[in-house]
């Protein structure tokens, strides 16, 4: 890093409800692309679900 670095609170990169839907698009790749990207869809979309505060 070549600058100054602040010590202030960062903002999430997505919000909870972005990340809702995000795994709600993932798990329909999944579904639609079975054979291909699906399954990494899937699995990515269950990492993200486990890492979500219960509602």
Known sequence: MTGPYSDEPRLAL???PEV????AHL???EQLDPGGSGPA???LAAALA???PAP
């Open 14 to 16: 997505l919000t909870t």
């Open 20 to 23: 809702r839907e995000t795994i």
């Open 27 to 29: 798990q329909l790749l």
């Open 41 to 43: 869809a899937g699995q």
């Open 50 to 52: 486990r890492r979500l």
